[in-house]
Structure formats: C-alpha cells, structure tokens
T-cell receptor
Framework: EDQVTQSPEALRLQEGESSSLNCSYT??????LFWYRQDPGKGPEFLFT???AGEEKEKERLKATLTKKESFLHITAPKPEDSATYLC??????????????FGKGTHLIIQP | EAGVAQSPRYKIIEKRQSVAFWCNPI?????LYWYQQILGQGPKLLIQ????????DSQLPKDRFSAERLKGVDSTLKIQPAKLEDSAVYLC???????????FGPGTRLLVL
C-alpha cells in the first residue's frame, strides 16, 4: 500500500534557526510529490511540486528537494510567520485518469520570536 | 482569480441526521476533488470528478456518503446518516486536470454530536 510518512510530527525552532522537514514515501509509479502549507482553520496552500530525483525548487526561505525515496523541505532563517503545518503528498500512477493525492500527517512547525 | 469556494464553513449536527456541503471550483477547472481531514491527520481523498463524471470514488463510504457534480461545475457532498466518526473538515479542491496543481478551498468543519 502506498504510504507517506512525515517527520518530525512537531518542531519548535527559534527565529533564524534553520532546519529540515522529512517526507519519506513508498509508492509505485510516482507522478509527483507535493508540499502544501496549512494554517489553522484554513485549507492547504500549494508550495511546490517535484517530479524527479535530484530536482530542487525554492521559494523565499523554503527549498524542497527530492530523492528516490524521500523529500526534504529545508527552511532557512525562519520567521514567526512561517509557523504552520507542512503537508507532503504524492500522486501515484493510476489508470483511468485518477490522480488524487495521498497525504502524510504533516509536520507542525512553530517558530518562536 | 477567485479561489475555491465552500459553504457552509461550520456545521454541527446530531448523529443520524443528514448534512450537505457545497463547493464551487476555480473557473475553468475541469477536475474536482473532495477530501476528508480528521483532526491531526492529512487529507484523505473521498471522490474525484472529471467534468461531471466520477473518476475515482474507491475511498467513499457509499453506504452513507454521496456526491454529485451537475453540469460539471458546482458539487455537493452529502452524508446520510451521519456518525460520530464523520466529524472532520471536508475540503474541496480543483485543478485544470492532468498533472496540474490541486488548489484547496477553506473547508467545511463538521461536528457530529
């Protein structure tokens, strides 16, 4: 069965303290790995899509990388406004046009001033 | 460009009652998804529509859940009768289709007492 595992479940950092979030996956026929940010009481907000091992994407203080078995979301010099739950999801190959996402449980990130 | 709209934002019902949620996707998006997010979990796909046809409903509890997308635009998700374990956030997402990004609405928070 396809699985997505995120670690750690929760992370508390000081403002400016860089770190990485991990997403490991076991899927057959990966058709994309996605990172979303979710604030309390809101829907997930799209951040990145990665398709192949070695690919990297950046946005402000965030950089996402992908290997054959896992993805990392690196956060550099975070600010309090980066506090949120970060969700990883995969889209696997499936016949008939089905392309729903399988999500991990998320990493709850808190950045303290 | 307007995002995905959902209503109501909150709903409290007694178990065994019925409830319906409404979603209006981003204009021009052919694909629409309903996800269920239980507290502390990542979203779980319930059903995917392509235009007004069902592409994937393999994880939809069909004995109590139903969904439709008339005219290939708006969609409704219904639960009848509701159980305590249906308490969750119901998220609607849409995409242009294929490998395109899924964009989420704010969700409907359901509490079943």
């Amino acid at each position: 069965e396809d699985q997505v595992t995120q670690s750690p479940e929760a992370l508390r950092l000081q403002e400016g303290e860089s770190s990485s979030l991990n997403c490991s996956y076991t899927v057959s026929g990966l058709r994309g790995l996605f990172w979303y940010r979710q604030d309390p009481g809101k829907g997930p907000e799209f951040l990145f899509t990665l398709y192949s091992a070695g690919e990297e994407k950046e946005k402000e203080r965030l950089k996402a990388t992908l290997t054959k078995k896992e993805s990392f979301l690196h956060i550099t010099a975070p600010k309090p406004e980066d506090s949120a739950t970060y969700l990883c999801a995969v889209r696997m190959y499936s016949g008939g046009g089905a392309d729903g996402l399988t999500f991990g449980k998320g990493t709850h990130l808190i950045i303290q001033p | 460009e307007a995002g995905v709209a959902q209503s109501p934002r909150y709903k409290i019902i007694e178990k065994r009652q019925s409830v319906a949620f409404w979603c209006n996707p981003i204009s021009g998006h052919a694909t629409l998804y309903w996800y269920q997010q239980i507290l502390g979990q990542g979203p779980k796909l319930l059903i995917q529509f392509q235009n007004n046809g069902v592409v994937d409903d393999s994880q939809l509890p069909k004995d109590r859940f139903s969904a439709e997308r008339l005219k290939g635009v708006d969609s409704t998700l219904k639960i009848q009768p509701a159980k305590l374990e249906d308490s969750a956030v119901y998220l609607c997402a849409s995409s242009k289709g294929g490998k395109e990004t899924q964009y989420f609405g704010p969700g409907t928070r359901l509490l079943v007492l």
